[in-house]
Structure formats: C-alpha cells, structure tokens
C-alpha cells in the first residue's frame, strides 16, 4: 500500500505551497495516474514520496514503511524512474545496470536474467557496451526504467516513464504495469498522456495549484461530468480551478 496524509510542500520563504495537504491510499493490485498541469506539484510530490524532498508537513508510507522514519526500508520496496533520464552519464550502460543491481543487493543469477530479459524486451541489447551520454533521450529513459526495475519492487513510482519511448517500447511497459499490477502490486505514475491514464489506470488523481481536486475510479469523474473524455474533464477542471 502507498499512503500519503495530509502532506505539504511549501519552497523558501513562498507563501504558496507547491503541494497542500494532499491525502492519497493506493491499494494493492492497483494502477493510480497522477495527473495535473505542468507546475501542479506532481513531481514534487513524488519526490517526497521517494524521500528526494522532505515534507513540512504530512506522513508517506510506502510498503508498511514511513519514509522519514524507516527510509532505507521504505527505498528498498520502490523502484522509481525520475523526470529526467540524464544521469550517471559517463558509465556503460550495462555498468549502471550492475550498480543498482549491487545497490538493491540483487543476486548474480536474477541480475543477469532481469538484464538479459529487460535489454531485450526495451531492444537494448546492443547498446549496453557503450556509454549511457552516447544515447538518446529514449533510450537514456530506457536504462532508468530498467535500473529501477532492476530489484522487481513491489511498488513502481514512476515520473513521465513514457516521454521518449518508441512505440514498441512503451506498448512493452504498459504491458508491464499491467501485469505488475494483476500480481497484486501498486504503480504509480504520472503522465501528461491522458488516453493513456484513461485506458491504464484503475484510479485517477488529478492535481491542479498544489490541491488534489479529484481522487477516485474514473467512471466516477466521468459521472461527475456527465461522461465527457478525460481530456475533455481535464481541460474544464484546470480551466474553471
């Protein structure tokens, strides 16, 4: 389970918080799309979430385990794909795949098979030998999503995980959110793709200033809007906020 409770962000001395006291519960088995305008609070709060960013105020757990208090547990039961893919620039490829295999203590065996499976599912076999500043965008996104996958987390938080991808590799993760969720698992992502979150997700949040404006099934918003698309009931939410 992902719970967050009446958490807060507020930046220096802003008097606006970048995040008001947001309360989420995310289920076992469950997809949650994370949705709102750019400059919402959407990857502020999953960084508080992933411990990046402290909240002012609030609790998050994440698995049973509350990110300020037992964070090393909390970390090693997530596995989370940032905003932006450009890190760890100068090593290979395949050298960043073993760090965060030795980071999360993963065993020879099932790291050489999750390498071997992920490499050829995202069409990255290749491409583990060079450095990871020699790639593109999308695949600098691939070996992200394939590091924080690396320890098969119970919980995937993931930020904008298909910006970039090729058709075929992001047709391949949405499959694997499917089935990581139909094991019994959580995914939580954001994405500015609305007929993505519409087909994907068993529950929407939609952030608008900081302020969880709606929380709950889909069919519920559409009720609520007298069933117009959601990119239609974005559009009037974030309008009329």
Same mark, same amino acid.
């Given at each position: 389970?992902?719970?967050?409770?009446?958490?807060?962000?507020?930046?220096?001395?802003?008097?606006?918080?970048?995040?008001?006291?947001?309360?989420?519960?995310? =289920?076992?088995? @469950?997809?949650?799309?994370? *949705?709102?305008?750019?400059?919402?609070?959407?990857?502020?709060? #999953?960084?508080?979430?992933?411990?990046?960013?402290?909240?002012?105020?609030?609790?998050?757990?994440?698995?049973?385990?509350?990110?300020?208090?037992?964070?090393? %547990?909390?970390?090693?039961?997530?596995?989370?794909?940032?905003?932006?893919?450009?890190?760890?620039?100068?090593?290979?490829?395949?050298?960043?795949?073993?760090?965060?295999?030795? $980071?999360?203590?993963?065993?020879?065996?099932?790291?050489?098979?999750?390498?071997?499976?992920?490499?050829?599912?995202?069409?990255?076999?290749? %491409?583990?030998?060079?450095?990871?500043?020699?790639?593109?965008?999308?695949?600098? @996104?691939?070996? *992200? *999503?394939?590091?924080?996958?690396?320890?098969?987390? %119970?919980?995937?938080?993931?930020? /904008?995980?298909?910006?970039?991808?090729?058709?075929?590799?992001?047709?391949?993760?949405?499959?694997? $959110?499917?089935?990581?969720? @139909?094991?019994?698992?959580?995914?939580?992502?954001?994405?500015?793709?609305? /007929?993505?979150?519409? =087909?994907?997700?068993?529950?929407? %949040?939609?952030?608008?200033?900081?302020?969880?404006?709606?929380?709950? /099934?889909?069919?519920?918003?559409?009720? #609520?809007?007298?069933?117009?698309?959601?990119? /239609?009931?974005?559009?009037?939410?974030?309008?009329?906020?």
């Amino acid at each position: 389970m992902l719970n967050l409770k009446n958490v807060s962000k507020t930046y220096g001395n802003n008097t606006v918080k970048a995040v008001d006291a947001i309360s989420l519960e995310v =289920k076992s088995g @469950q997809i949650l799309g994370f *949705i709102g305008p750019n400059g919402a609070g959407k990857t502020t709060a #999953m960084k508080m979430i992933t411990g990046i960013l402290k909240p002012d105020e609030g609790t998050i757990t994440v698995n049973g385990y509350d990110i300020s208090t037992e964070p090393l %547990a909390a970390k090693q039961s997530f596995g989370y794909v940032p905003d932006s893919p450009d890190m760890f620039l100068r090593l290979k490829g395949i050298e960043y795949l073993n760090f965060m295999g030795d $980071m999360y203590q993963v065993d020879e065996t099932t790291r050489q098979e999750k390498i071997t499976s992920m490499a050829q599912t995202f069409e990255m076999t290749g %491409a583990l030998s060079a450095r990871i500043q020699s790639y593109s965008h999308g695949m600098r @996104q691939k070996i *992200i *999503i394939m590091g924080a996958l690396m320890h098969n987390p %119970a919980v995937w938080i993931l930020d /904008e995980p298909l910006t970039g991808l090729d058709p075929r590799s992001s047709f391949q993760l949405k499959e694997m $959110m499917r089935q990581h969720a @139909q094991a019994g698992n959580i995914v939580f992502f954001s994405t500015h793709m609305l /007929e993505v979150a519409e =087909k994907l997700c068993d529950k929407i %949040a939609l952030i608008n200033k900081g302020k969880i404006v709606f929380f709950g /099934e889909l069919e519920e918003l559409k009720d #609520m809007h007298n069933q117009l698309s959601l990119e /239609e009931i974005f559009m009037e939410v974030t309008a009329n906020a």
